[in-house]
């Protein structure tokens, strides 16, 4: 019981987070893939439409950096319209979508994309 009492105590301490200076030289750890704009001919006719890939990397003081770079409400990311940063997850909207991003996190089953 010691034993966990310990841990938990670990689990209490206060931690300290990274100095928002230091957020903002951050690289993006991410590996982003982009899609062709062309067929597979290179045919023009054959143009496919690709969806901007939108990573969340931080969320902090109502600002979140996003692909990047650093938005506050109201801000346009893209297409989309910045509209609520929460503490893991902010939430982008145009006049017919809407989509909440989550930090990514090592266990890549915790990445949830909502489109609407």
Known sequence: MQEYDKIFEKIAERRSGIDVSKLDNLNNPFIVTGGSTSGENGDENNATITQPIYILEATFDQRAKINGKWYTIKDKVEALILV????????????NEKKEIFIRTKDENNIKIFSK
């Open 84 to 95: 609520k940063i929460n503490r893991n997850s902010v939430v982008l909207q145009s006049e």
